[in-house]
């Protein structure tokens, strides 16, 4: 049987992966959140409950907790990094070209940054839902989708 649920990363992304595992940015539950959300992943039993401060349209400050597997809790730490401070049109726009990017279409590296390091997922789609599962729960916190 081939391994095809364990992605295969650039040594580099895998690092910044692991980094975010193991050291998650941004981890705990805000008090008195604007918007608290959880949602989970039954495929892969992946966990994220994001709370936020919503502040003149713009995030500016989000937590997570979580629990599952590399892929999804690195998603939801570099999430929270990229967010913080960004206005909610900029999120929305960000989602979707991270969406875009897990379905397989050429990413816009400028707007992607680190999260760079996660479109490997994008050949392994039992994974994918592991990667979204983050940006699902934010869109949903802020009825982007
Ligand atoms: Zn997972």
Redesign the pocket.
């Known amino acids: 049987m081939m391994p095809q649920d364990e992605p295969k990363f650039d040594e580099l992304y895998r690092e910044l992966i692991l980094d975010h595992y193991r050291y998650p940015h941004n981890r705990g539950v805000l008090e008195k959140p604007d918007v608290d959300m959880q949602q989970h992943?039954p495929?892969?039993?992946?966990e994220i409950r994001l709370t936020a401060i919503i502040e003149d349209g713009t995030i500016s400050q989000i937590e997570f907790m979580g629990q599952?597997?590399?892929?999804?809790?690195a998603s939801a730490s570099m999430l929270t990094d990229r967010v913080t401070g960004l206005e909610l049109t900029d999120v929305d726009a960000l989602s979707v070209e991270f969406r875009n990017m897990l379905r397989g279409d050429d990413p816009d590296e400028q707007m992607m940054q680190d999260l760079m390091a996660l479109q490997g997922v994008s050949k392994y789609p039992v994974?994918v839902?592991?990667?979204v599962?983050a940006w699902d729960t934010l869109q949903k916190a802020l009825k982007l989708k």
Not at 68 to 73: D, K, L, T
Request: net charge positive; hydrophobic share 25%.
């Open positions: 992943n495929v892969c039993g992946d599952g597997c590399s892929i999804s809790q994974r839902k592991c990667a599962l």
